[in-house]
């Protein structure tokens, strides 16, 4: 399958500083890639749609400001968790579908644990 | 949107067998799918049906009804590492994919 890395996969940081979390896909190009949220022992929530060369789409009751997605590059989109409160604290996974396969399925970085002290 | 139901928890002892329900409700169905993830890690694909029936893949089969909104996802012989959380997931004609809660299958020796 088509491989999808993120990076880094933990990180902590102080209440009210910024952390980036990347997305790359590694052996394909993706126009498209799709960010997570889990909280412990929940589902995944979609965050937003990421697109390569415009603006990112983002779900209802997702703050656009505060969580800025950036989708440079067929391969990159990046996600800034702005001004971080404990309350953003969470599992962070991107996602991107490789068109070569007839499924259409979504792969799956490994994930980012955000804790914000 | 979604309204994507399955249960919570399931039990089941190795080598048996385990049948893990999903009930959607959507708008613009596109395909349903079926992952595995065990804890602190991302899911991993399991399966996928788009039209009516059983798709048979090893130890794991998973069967879709659209009329009636309903798939399941069955686990075969199961083994200890199977122990893990199972996501039904409904894709829409925007191919977005919203999950539903997870189902927690624990497998005992």
């Known amino acids: 399958g088509a491989v999808v890395s993120q990076h880094p996969s933990w990180v902590i940081c102080k209440s009210g500083t910024s952390v980036k979390i990347e997305c790359r896909s590694l052996?394909?190009?993706?126009?498209?890639m799709f960010w997570y949220r889990q909280f412990p022992k929940q589902s995944l929530m979609l965050m937003a749609t990421s697109n390569e060369g415009s603006k990112a789409t983002y779900e209802q009751g997702v703050e656009k400001d505060k969580f800025l997605i950036n989708h440079a590059s067929l391969t990159l989109s990046t996600l800034t968790v702005t001004s971080a409160h404990p309350e953003d604290s969470s599992f962070y996974i991107c996602?991107?579908?490789?068109?070569?396969?007839?499924?259409?399925?979504?792969?799956f970085g490994e994930g980012s644990r955000l804790t914000v002290l | 949107g979604q309204n994507i139901d399955q249960p919570t928890e399931m039990t089941a002892t190795e080598g048996a067998i385990v049948q893990i329900n999903c009930t959607y409700q959507?708008?613009?169905?596109?395909?349903l799918f079926w992952y595995q993830q065990h804890a602190g890690e991302a899911p991993t694909f399991l399966s996928y049906?788009?039209?009516?029936g059983l798709e048979e893949k090893g130890r794991f089969s998973s069967f879709l009804s659209r009329s009636k909104g309903y798939s399941y996802l069955l686990l075969k012989e199961l083994q200890m590492k199977d122990s893990a959380s199972y996501l039904c997931?409904?894709?829409?004609?925007?191919?977005?994919?919203?999950f539903g809660a997870g189902t927690t299958v624990t497998v005992r020796a």
């Open positions: 959507t708008s613009g169905f596109n395909g």
């Open positions: 996602s991107a579908r490789e068109l070569r396969w007839d499924t259409g399925e979504l792969f």
């Open positions: 052996d394909f190009q993706a126009t498209t």
């Open positions: 049906n788009v039209l009516d």
């Open positions: 997931a409904v894709r829409d004609s925007d191919y977005k994919l919203s």
